[in-house]
T-cell receptor
Framework: AQSVTQLGSHVSVSEGALVLLRCNYS??????LFWYVQYPNQGLQLLLK??????LVKGINGFEAEFKKSETSFHLTKPSAHMSDAAEYFC???????????????FGQGTILTVHP | DAGVTQSPTHLIKTRGQQVTLRCSPK?????VSWYQQALGQGPQFIFQ???????QRGNFPDRFSGHQFPNYSSELNVNALLLGDSALYLC?????????????FGPGTRLTVT
């Protein structure tokens, strides 16, 4: 079954440190890729997306992600963590984009990011 | 510009009862998708509505059904509630032409089944 794997259910960093959240997908055909953030008791907010074109994509709040086809990965990074980045982050994928899929998002299990002062 | 809205915010039901959740899409969007997010899990796709028809469905039983109205708003109905149906139900809206596949999520409805 097509799936999304997020390595590490919890990641803890110090304020100002690099943030790296990992995501791998399971398909030989590159899907559409997304990162969402969820703050407590709220819905999901889109951080960034990759569909086609440049493999390094920039999103909101200083986040960026790089699509690596050879590694089937789409890891999320931010050079310097801020206290306000503390939240849960979800990697999501649309498989068969443009084909049989009408935008069904398949989500990873989520990674909770904690930022220490 | 109003985003995606959902009602109610919270709901408590008893096993065996039926529940209806409501969603209004972002202005200009014509497609609504519903997701179930159990505690500590990622959201799971229930189904998607476009042009008042169910266009795609995830692995959920027939107890889960929906409807889309001419104004693009949508309802999610769950019959014969089970304890395992307790979750955050998220609605997402998008454009049906799939030009970007971007989905905008509402704040969710927290359903507790006792």
């Amino acid at each position: 079954a097509q799936s999304v794997t997020q390595l590490g259910s919890h990641v803890s960093v110090s304020e100002g440190a690099l943030v790296l959240l990992r995501c791998n997908y399971s398909s030989s055909v590159p899907p559409y890729l997304f990162w969402y953030v969820q703050y407590p008791n709220q819905g999901l907010q889109l951080l960034l997306k990759y569909t086609t074109g440049a493999t390094l994509v920039k999103g909101i709040n200083g986040f960026e992600a790089e699509f690596k086809k050879s590694e089937t990965s789409f890891h999320l990074t931010k050079p310097s963590a801020h206290m306000s980045d503390a939240a849960e982050y979800f990697c999501a994928v649309i498989y068969n984009a443009g084909g049989t899929s009408y935008g069904k998002l398949t989500f990873g299990q989520g990674t909770i990011l904690t930022v220490h002062p | 510009d109003a985003g995606v809205t959902q009602s109610p915010t919270h709901l408590i039901k008893t096993r065996g009862q039926q529940v209806t959740l409501r969603c209004s899409p972002k202005s200009g969007h014509d497609t609504v998708s519903w997701y179930q997010q159990a505690l500590g899990q990622g959201p799971q796709f229930i189904f998607q509505y476009y042009e008042e028809e169910e266009r795609q469905r995830g692995n959920f039983p027939d107890r889960f059904s929906g409807h889309q109205f001419p104004n693009y708003s949508s309802e999610l109905n769950v019959n014969a509630l089970l304890l395992g149906d307790s979750a955050l139900y998220l609605c997402a809206s998008s454009l049906g032409d799939r030009s970007s596949y971007e989905q905008y999520f509402g704040p969710g409805t927290r359903l507790t089944v006792t």
